[in-house]
C-alpha cells in the first residue's frame, strides 16, 4: 500500500524509540548496534501522533506489514537450528511455499528469523487497525505444534532486530542465510560468518507468486469477526443454533465466502445430500447484503461438499485403538518378527537396529568412491542368502556386467580384473563358481534401467512379484537417490520428493527399501559425516527410519584393506553409534572387524560398536 510505508524505529537501543520514519528513507548512516523496526507499518498520521505525544502508545490507527515474521527463540540454539529448518520444511510441504521465497536470518543469539514476504500471501493487503490480530492468527495457525517460537512478537507496537545490526549481548550480527546455510552449516560454522555482516542473493519479490494455501489463511483470518458489532460471528455455539444463526441473518460482503464455507461443511457434516444443501444455501443468500450470484453458490459449495465427503471417508476409515486392541496388534508384530525383519548381515548394526521392517527405509550416506555401492551390494547379498526372499536391486548407475562382475569378487574373492580373465580363457574353476552363485542366489534380481521415476520402481516390482519370482519382494535396494528421475523447480525440491517418495513407496509395497544418498561438497571422504550431511536435502534423514553413513579412515600404504567407519545418523528403535569394518581391496567384501578373527570374546555389540545415547528419533 502506497501510503503505508512509516515505521517506528530504535537505533542504538531499545529506549530510543518513538522515531517514526519512512522506510524508502532510512539509512542507519554507520550506527550497527542494537537496531530495531517495527513489525507493522503505518500511515503518516503515525509520525503525526508522535509529534504530538511524544510517544506511540495509545495510537491504534490503520496498519499493515510487509512479512509474515516467525522467530525461533532458546538458549539451546543446535535445537533451535534443526526446528527452524523442519520449519522451512514445513511451509515447503504443507504449503508449497519455495524455499528461495523464505527469508532467513540468524538473529545474532540464541535464535532464528523466518519471514514470508506479504506480496505473496495476497494481492489484496487491508490496512485495518486490527490488522496485528489478523496477522498474529494466521502466523499461530501456521506454526502450531512447533517448538521455540516466541508468539510475543505479535504485539501491535512490536519491534524487530534489523538484519546486519549487532545483538549487543553475542557481538555478533543478525545476518541473512540461504536455507542450505540453516539446514547444511553448524552453529559453530554459523557464528563464525555473523562476526561480520554479509550480503546473500535473494530471489526478487517481484518474481514471486501468490501460494493459494496462504492466501486462503488471509481471507479466512481477514473477514474474520474479532468481536465487533455488525457482522454475523461463527461462536462456539452448538450447531443448530449456528446453522440458524447464520441462515435467518444472512452476512456483510466481507464475510460471504468463510460464511459460505462454513455452512456448506456443515451441512456435509450433518449427512444432509448436496441437492438440500444448495436450496438452504441459496436462502441464506437472500439475506446477504450484498447477495451472491447464484452460479458462484453452486460452483464454490459443490467443491466444499465434495471435499467434506472425501475428508469424512478418509477418517471413518482410520482406525482408533484402545490399549487392549493395540496389545493384540503388538502380539501379532512380534510373532511375525522373525519372519519379516531384516537384516543387514553386520551383527553389531543389527542388534542396535533391530531389524527392519517391511514399510521401513534406509539411507546410507557417503562420497563418491568410499564404498557405498559395494556396501548396499554387499548388504543384498547377505539378505539374499541368509533369508531366501527375493531382493530387487535397481542399479542405476552400474550396467549388468559390473554389477555381475562384482557380485563374483563379493562372493568368490577374485578381484574384477581375475573374474575377467577367467571368463576370458573360460576355465572350469570359473564355471563351477559360478554354479555355486547361482545356486546360493537364485533370488537376487538386478534392473539397471537409469533415470527411472518411483512410480516406474513401484510398476517394476509388482510385475517382478506376479510374473518372475511368484512372491512378495524381501528387500528393494536403490543406488542411488539423484538418479531416481522426479519433477520439481529445482534440485532440492526434486530430491525432497524423491526421499518422501522413497518412504510412500516403502509402505505401499509393504517392504523396506534400502538406498544411497551422496552427501554435501564440504565432505572430503575422511570427513566424519553427520545426520544433516545429505546433498541437494534436508528430507534425507527426516524421511527415513534409519540413516547409516559411510567414511574412510586414513590409509595405510601397503594395506590390501581400506578401513572404513559406519555410522548410526538416526535410528527410531535404539542408540546411534559407529563400528569400524573393513573392504578388501580385491573383492570389495565388507566384514566387520572381529569377523576377521580377532581373539577376544566379547560380543561384536560390545567390542567393535562405540555408542552414545543420543536421541532417538
Not at 529448518?85 to 532464528?112: D, M, Q, T, W
Amino acid at each position: 500500500m502506497e501510503n503505508f510505508n512509516f515505521a517506528e524505529f530504535a537505533i542504538g537501543g531499545l529506549n530510543k524509540r518513538n522515531s517514526i520514519l519512512n522506510i524508502h528513507d532510512f539509512k542507519l548512516n554507520g550506527i550497527r548496534n542494537e537496531c530495531y523496526r517495527s513489525i507493522f507499518l503505518f500511515d503518516e498520521k503515525l509520525k503525526d501522533f508522535v509529534d504530538k505525544t511524544k510517544t506511540v502508545t495509545g495510537y491504534s490507527g490503520l496498519h499493515l506489514s510487509d512479512g509474515l515474521s516467525f522467530d525461533f527463540d532458546s538458549d539451546n540454539l543446535p535445537d533451535v537450528k534443526a526446528e527452524t529448518a523442519k520449519f522451512c520444511l514445513y511451509l515447503y510441504h504443507s504449503f508449497e511455499i519455495p524455499l528461495e521465497y523464505l527469508r532467513v536470518a540468524f538473529s545474532g543469539n540464541k535464535g532464528f528469523h523466518v519471514t514470508i514476504p506479504f506480496m505473496v500471501i495476497t494481492d489484496k493487503l487491508e490496512p485495518k487497525d486490527n490488522f496485528y490480530l489478523i496477522y498474529k492468527n494466521i502466523a499461530m495457525e501456521i506454526s502450531a505444534g512447533f517448538k521455540f517460537i516466541d508468539n510475543s512478537i505479535y504485539e501491535s507496537k512490536r519491534l524487530f532486530r534489523l538484519l546486519n545490526t549487532i545483538n549487543s549481548k553475542s557481538g555478533l550480527y543478525k545476518i541473512p542465510l540461504t536455507f542450505e546455510e540453516l539446514d547444511g552449516l553448524t552453529v559453530n560454522e554459523i557464528k563464525q560468518i555473523a562476526k561480520t555482516s554479509r550480503k546473500i542473493d535473494s530471489l526478487p519479490i517481484s518474481e514471486m507468486t501468490i501460494i493459494n494455501p496462504l492466501k486462503e489463511l488471509y481471507d479466512k483470518w481477514n473477514n474474520y469477526n474479532f468481536g465487533k458489532p455488525g457482522k454475523t460471528a461463527i461462536t462456539n455455539t452448538n450447531i443448530r443454533d449456528e446453522l440458524l444463526s447464520l441462515i435467518t441473518s444472512g452476512t456483510d460482503e466481507g464475510n460471504r465466502h468463510h460464511a459460505l464455507i462454513r455452512l456448506t461443511g456443515l451441512f456435509a457434516e450433518k449427512g444432509f445430500d448436496y441437492d438440500f444443501t444448495l436450496e438452504m444455501l441459496k436462502l441464506w443468500n437472500k439475506n446477504n447484503i450484498p447477495s451472491l450470484p447464484d452460479n458462484r453458490i453452486e460452483a464454490e459449495s459443490l467443491q466444499v461438499y465434495k471435499d467434506c465427503q472425501k475428508n469424512q471417508k478418509q477418517t471413518e476409515s482410520i482406525p482408533i485403538y484402545s490399549l487392549k486392541q493395540a496389545g493384540e496388534v503388538y502380539k501379532d508384530y512380534i510373532s511375525k518378527i522373525s519372519k519379516y525383519k531384516i537384516a543387514t548381515g553386520y551383527k553389531a548394526i543389527d542388534n542396535k537396529l533391530r531389524g527392519m521392517m517391511p514399510g521401513e527405509t534406509m539411507c546410507i550416506l557417503g562420497k563418491t568412491s568410499v564404498g557405498k555401492s559395494a556396501f548396499l551390494q554387499n548388504i543384498g547379498l547377505n539378505f539374499a542368502k541368509e533369508s531366501k526372499e527375493p531382493v530387487l536391486f535397481y542399479s542405476m548407475e552400474m550396467p549388468i556386467t559390473s554389477v555381475y562382475e562384482r557380485t563374483f569378487q563379493i562372493e568368490t574373492g577374485l578381484s574384477g580384473f581375475e573374474v575377467e580373465n577367467s571368463y576370458t580363457h573360460e576355465s572350469e574353476d570359473i564355471k563351477i563358481k559360478a554354479n555355486i552363485i547361482f545356486d546360493d542366489l537364485p533370488n537376487f534380481f538386478t534392473i539397471t534401467e537409469s533415470g527411472m521415476t518411483l512410480e516406474q520402481i513401484g510398476g517394476l516390482t509388482k510385475f517382478a512379484e506376479s510374473n518372475i519370482y511368484h512372491k512378495k519382494t524381501g528387500l528393494i535396494l536403490i543406488d542411488y537417490l539423484s538418479l531416481v528421475k522426479e519433477n520439481g523447480k529445482d534440485l532440492y525440491e526434486q530430491t525432497s520428493r524423491i526421499a518422501r517418495g522413497i518412504k510412500d513407496l516403502a509402505k505401499k509395497l509393504d517392504c523396506p527399501i534400502i538406498y544411497l544418498s551422496q552427501v554435501t561438497k564440504k565432505y572430503s571422504e575422511f570427513d566424519e559425516l553427520e545426520i544433516n550431511s545429505a546433498r541437494d536435502s534436508g528430507s534425507v534423514d527426516e524421511a527415513s527410519d534409519f540413516v547409516l553413513a559411510l567414511w574412510k579412515d586414513k590409509p595405510i600404504e601397503g594395506e590390501k584393506e581400506i578401513t572404513l567407519n559406519l555410522g548410526i545418523l538416526k535410528n527410531r528403535k535404539g542408540g546411534l553409534g559407529k563400528i569400524k569394518v573393513s573392504m578388501d581391496k580385491r573383492s570389495l567384501k565388507i566384514i566387520e572387524s572381529e569377523s576377521k578373527g580377532t581373539s577376544n570374546n566379547k560380543t561384536p555389540e560390545h567390542s567393535e560398536l562405540e555408542f552414545t545415547k543420543g536421541t532417538i528419533s
